[in-house]
């Protein structure tokens, strides 16, 4: 593979979304849903979203750009309603450059107006899209999501209930899906039958509501407590009646996606009753064990890195220290920097510590090798700060095959693990050693059987069969847009 392949495309996998929903009478919904969606940001940075619904009408903002960028004082104050829901987005199909493709997503169809948010991706969007066009409607975006929207609203119309247009719609739609719902009356949540994406259940405290969420970590920002998981194949409804909860559609095969554990959850989430810092430090450890080191520090790419180092240093008796300086308020820029800070090297995210790596061999520990850019420039980065030896230590096995249910890998040929073996990879980064986790360490490392999980960019083994138009990337509804 040329070079120039694998540095047009960022290094991390790409999460497609983070989701929060409100359901709560007495409180301030658009500010729970702000530090909701807070807590969320690490799941997406392009756009952010808030819709809520008093009871008879419906008011929403979305905007490209991160959480306090979207959001100011002013905003939450006219977002009035006991009814929310909120999402932050990192685009898996159609473009980030589109406000139409910001979420929450609205539909109206005759008396019933709803806005759904959505994380995952559905495998079957184009035959979807095609069959509502083929009955007169029309699409603003180019999303999944919309398809969605528009199914249920569509659905809804014949059954004369949400909950029927939901159940009707869960039955056609194929992929993951995490989703928050609302209609001006009442809340929703429904969730995939193999349980790709991660979806939780909380109640605010002295039981003032309810609050449907991607992870734990959001429902601690808001002081909920957490109930449970939102089941594969269920669907909740949360209004004035109270919870409601029934199974939709039969689950299947459970398959949360494993790197919710490596990479894309909060070290303070919690999924299958273990803590993600605990699995990645035993992550770490396990490969100390496997693949040990001659060194004279263990340091991590931050933050997902970080509980692994500590726990390769723990396993490996190497000390633990911090060589990489991260900004954490940089997020997203869409600012180019100039020739001259170009040629610099500008360091916008991650800055070597001289004094720290300056005449030592560094053990680095990282989540995932996935196309190998940042990487290969991270390790020169090393060398330059004074580094004698680099030791790249990986938490997962080689990224070897793309994903279709919300991460950005969509084409075999990004993959430098599909394309290169270890040592063609170890050469190409610049490193004196590279290993990786194999399969059975990550998975014992997070307390749960190899069968609770999808490893399909790892194996191949794909729990949802994959259409050929799927294949063809993430844009494949970008040349048929109609307004």
């Known amino acids: 593979m040329d070079d120039w392949i694998l540095s047009e495309r960022p290094e991390a996998p790409e999460e497609a979304c983070g989701v ?14 702000y530090f909701g969606l807070h807590a969320l940001q690490h799941r997406g940075q392009e756009s952010a979203g808030i819709a809520v619904a008093d009871g008879h009408t419906m008011t929403l903002r979305k905007e490209l750009g991160l959480v306090p960028q979207v959001f100011k004082e002013g905003d939450l104050d006219t977002l009035e309603g006991h009814i929310g829901i909120g999402h932050t987005r990192y685009s898996t199909t159609g473009s980030s450059s589109s406000w139409e493709n910001a979420q929450p997503m609205l539909s109206s169809i005759g ?15 184009v035959e979807l899209r095609d069959k509502l066009k083929g009955v007169g409607i029309r699409f603003r975006s180019t999303t999944d999501s919309e398809v969605m929207v528009t199914l249920i609203n569509h659905f809804t119309q014949k059954h004369h209930a949400i909950r029927g247009g939901i159940r009707e719609a869960m039955k056609l739609i194929t992929g993951a899906y995490a989703v928050v719902m609302m209609s001006e009356e009442a809340l929703y949540a429904f969730r995939d039958p193999n349980g790709v994406r991660p979806l939780v259940l909380g109640t605010l405290p002295a ?4 609050v449907i969420a991607s992870e734990t970590c959001a429902l601690d920002i808001v002081g909920a407590e957490f109930v449970r998981d939102v089941a594969p194949g269920e669907l909740i409804k949360i209004s004035s009646a109270g919870i409601e909860s029934e199974q939709a559609v039969e689950p299947g095969r459970t398959a949360l996606c494993i790197f919710e554990f490596v990479y894309f959850a909060r070290p303070d989430s919690s999924m299958y009753d273990c803590t993600l810092y605990e699995a990645r430090q035993k992550m770490g450890a396990a490969i100390a064990r496997s693949a040990p080191a ?5 340091i991590g790419v931050p933050d997902s890195g970080t509980p692994a180092a500590t726990g390769f240093a723990q396993a490996s008796g190497i000390p633990y ?4 300086a991260k900004n954490r308020y940089v997020g997203r820029t869409f600012i180019s920097p100039s020739q001259m800070l170009r040629q610099q090297g500008i360091k916008l995210k991650l800055n070597p510590m001289k004094h720290m790596l300056a005449g030592k061999r560094i053990v680095v520990v990282d989540d995932s090798i996935v196309r190998g850019n940042t990487t290969r420039k991270l390790v020169a980065l090393l060398r330059e700060a004074g580094a004698t030896e680099v030791h790249m230590r990986i938490t997962s096995p080689p ?15 990004q993959l430098i693990g599909a394309m290169k073996t270890v040592d063609e990879i170890r050469d190409h980064i610049g490193a004196d050693t590279l290993a990786y986790l194999s399969v059975e360490d990550m998975v014992a490392a997070t307390g749960a059987p190899a069968e609770s999980y999808c490893l399909a960019c790892f194996t191949g083994d794909y729990p949802v069969e994959i259409p050929d138009s799927v294949r063809q990337g993430k844009m494949a509804l970008e040349s048929g847009v109609s307004c």
Request: hydrophobic share 40%; charged share 15%.
């Open 294 to 298: 001659d060194a004279d520090l263990v």
């Open 399 to 413: 990224v070897a095959w793309p994903c279709f249910y919300g991460i950005d890998t969509d084409t075999q040929e």
């Open 321 to 324: 220290g911090e060589g990489l």
């Open 20 to 33: 929060f929903g409100v359901y709560a009478p007495d409180e301030q919904v658009s500010r729970l849903i």
């Open 111 to 125: 008396p019933n107006t709803i806005a759904l948010a959505h994380n995952g991706n559905l495998v079957n969007t």
């Open 207 to 210: 039981g003032a509501g309810w």
